[in-house]
């Protein structure tokens, strides 16, 4: 599965960039397939590896301040692996047909 997640700290100032900082150290040091922009970060595994990661790193974000926005989008097809890019190369190979 994909799970496309933005965790944030509600009241913690204007930035949140030290928050968001500790989630993505939980992200790396998972090992999964991940990637991250500037709105969100994407995690490829399994279910409960994957929501462990969220769950952890909700955590890392919630030692900022009293209270958390979790954002979280998931695309789950099982058997599929892959994905995080797979699914980016099948439509930039449509573009590329342009």
Do not use: C, N, Y
Request: proline fraction near 3%; glycine fraction near 10%.
């Amino acid at each position: 599965m994909l799970v496309a997640f933005s965790v944030a700290p509600l009241g913690a100032g204007e930035s949140v960039s030290e928050a968001v900082a500790d989630a993505l150290r939980v992200v790396r040091a998972s090992g999964l397939p991940h990637r991250t922009d500037a709105m969100f970060t994407t995690l490829e595994g399994e279910w409960d590896e994957v929501m462990d990661v969220v769950r952890r790193a909700t955590e890392a974000v919630g030692r900022h301040g009293d209270r958390v926005s979790l954002v979280l989008k998931a695309d789950i097809r099982p058997g599929r692996t892959g994905e995080l890019q797979g699914k980016v190369d099948r439509v930039e190979a449509l573009l590329a047909d342009d």
